[in-house]
């Protein structure tokens, strides 16, 4: 039995990884998926991957989980790098399931297209609480355009608005590149268990749509 924390990506929620944490738990893993700050509807949204590292752990500890692995997905990998620096001595390990790995001073923001960067920009500046939501057209030609038209707009039924602080937060580390979780642990990588999982949930979803 493995203990997953599952922390999801940008302009997601905890519910992102439902489907997910119902497989792991029927092949009799344990599956946590938090929500990050800021995440959701009618929230505050004047936080950042710093608040989000404290989140996460807070409720690692909590809740005592012990030998977990994090996975991150998105936006959420930036979490977890955080996060580990935190709770190093509860997790086995790290999983970036295509998820960001910053280095220091880098932002999500920097390392997105110069159109794209424009956009993020121009929503912020226009929202009332600084956040960004992603239009369909965008989500569907470039986040999800390998899916049937009926799961794509499930999906992008399932977002939340994006605080813009974490897209433009810089990363800063202070033990991640130096911890003795292995190396090849902190790269974008996905453990070959959860990748079946993820393929039977997106081929049940392709399924029914």
């Known amino acids: 039995m493995t203990v997953f924390v599952l922390v999801h990506g940008n302009f997601h929620d905890g519910s992102a990884w439902n489907g997910v944490s119902r497989c792991l738990e029927q092949l ?6 938090p929500t990050l700050p800021g995440h959701g509807r009618d929230v505050p ?31 959420g990998g930036v979490a977890i790098s955080h996060t580990v620096e935190i709770i190093a001595d509860r997790v086995q390990r790290l999983v970036y399931l295509s998820g960001w790995v910053l280095q220091d001073g880098e932002s999500i923001l920097e390392m997105l297209p110069a159109h794209y960067r424009e956009l993020f920009d121009g929503m912020a500046a226009q929202s009332p609480d600084d ?10 030609s470039n986040f999800i355009n390998d899916a049937h038209e009926a799961v ?3 999906a992008f039924e399932q977002l939340v608005p994006q605080p813009y602080s974490y897209l433009v937060e810089q990363a800063k580390f202070t033990t991640f590149h130096s911890l003795t979780v292995p190396t090849r642990q902190r790269r974008l990588r996905l453990e070959a268990a959860l990748l079946s999982l993820l393929d039977s949930r997106v ?6 749509a």
């Not at 991957?49 to 692995?69: H, K, T």
């Not at 956040?131 to 057209?137: G, I, K, L, S």
Request: charged residues 25%; glycine residues 14%; without cysteine.
């Open 152 to 154: 794509a707009k499930s």
């Open 28 to 33: 009799g893993h344990v599956a946590h998926a």
């Open 131 to 140: 956040t960004v939501e992603v239009p369909f057209d965008v989500w569907r």
């Open 203 to 208: 081929r049940g979803n392709d399924g029914g």
């Open 45 to 75: 949204t004047n936080v950042g991957y710093r608040d989000a590292a404290e989140s996460v752990a807070g409720y690692v500890v909590q809740r005592d989980l012990r030998d977990i692995v994090l996975v991150g997905h998105s936006g």
